[in-house]
């Protein structure tokens, strides 16, 4: 009888934790789980390579999400990380010099969220710091007295496409859904309606 219940048991928290996991990999996307900084339009890059000064610089990622560099023309940078911009950079400078060693880093991140809506102060921020939904309505200042803390949307863009997300501030404080309470990423918008 007591492996029966630890069973049901294992179950019960099993059932009850799945939705959660599942939920935030989808939501957050690769990023999240394997922690690496992704380039993002704006960053940037200090590319160094080794022993070729006239190929060292420091480069901003365009709106296209491409950086030119000598030789090599346009590369695209956004998205990648700097260890796979990196090997992408050498085996183009493959053609041109033998085993080439570069370095990429990432020297000013463009890392921002916008809040529009019924907070408190509407704008652009920066996103220093791992960043939760309700800590990002406390930095805009709070809710207004006519916010609708029921009718919260958070816009993100994937792969080109507009991903909204609809969230319910009283549904996370009280426990009912604090899956909702996502993490910012870049460029995200929180609208408080």
């Given at each position: 009888?007591?492996?029966?219940?630890?069973?049901?048991?294992?179950?019960?928290?099993?059932?009850?934790?799945?939705?959660?996991?599942?939920?935030?990999?989808?939501?957050?996307?690769?990023?999240?789980?394997?922690?690496?900084?992704?380039?993002?339009?704006?960053?940037?890059l200090e590319?160094?390579?080794?022993?070729?000064?006239?190929?060292?610089?420091?480069?901003?990622?365009?709106?296209?999400?491409?950086?030119?560099?000598?030789?090599?023309?346009?590369?695209?940078?956004?998205?990648?990380?700097?260890?796979?911009?990196?090997?992408?950079?050498?085996?183009?400078?493959?053609?041109?010099?033998?085993?080439?060693?570069?370095?990429?880093?990432?020297?000013?991140?463009?890392?921002?969220?916008?809040?529009?809506?019924?907070?408190?102060?509407?704008?652009?921020?920066?996103?220093?710091?791992?960043?939760?939904?309700?800590?990002?309505?406390?930095?805009?200042?709070?809710?207004?007295?006519?916010?609708?803390?029921?009718?919260?949307?958070?816009?993100?863009?994937?792969?080109?496409?507009?991903?909204?997300?609809?969230?319910?501030?009283?549904?996370?404080?009280?426990?009912?859904?604090?899956?909702?309470n996502y993490?910012?990423?870049?460029?995200?918008?929180?609208?408080?309606?």
């Open positions: 009888m007591a492996r029966l219940s630890k069973f049901f048991m294992f179950v019960f928290l099993f059932l009850l934790l799945v939705p959660v996991i599942v939920h935030s990999e989808n939501i957050n996307g690769s990023d999240s789980k394997t922690g690496y900084y992704r380039i993002g339009k704006g960053d940037v590319i160094n390579v080794w022993k070729e000064e006239d190929l060292t610089r420091v480069v901003k990622v365009r709106t296209d999400g491409r950086i030119s560099l000598p030789l090599l023309d346009d590369v695209m940078a956004e998205g990648l990380t700097p260890i796979e911009l990196k090997k992408k950079i050498e085996k183009k400078l493959s053609q041109f010099i033998t085993s080439p060693f570069v370095t990429v880093m990432v020297n000013e991140e463009n890392n921002k969220f916008y809040m529009v809506g019924e907070v408190n102060k509407v704008g652009e921020y920066d996103l220093t710091k791992d960043l939760t939904i309700l800590q990002a309505i406390a930095i805009a200042g709070g809710f207004t007295e006519w916010a609708n803390k029921d009718n919260i949307i958070l816009l993100r863009y994937k792969n080109g496409k507009e991903i909204r997300y609809k969230i319910s501030y009283k549904d996370i404080v009280s426990g009912k859904a604090p899956e909702q993490f910012i990423q870049r460029n995200d918008t929180i609208i408080v309606k």
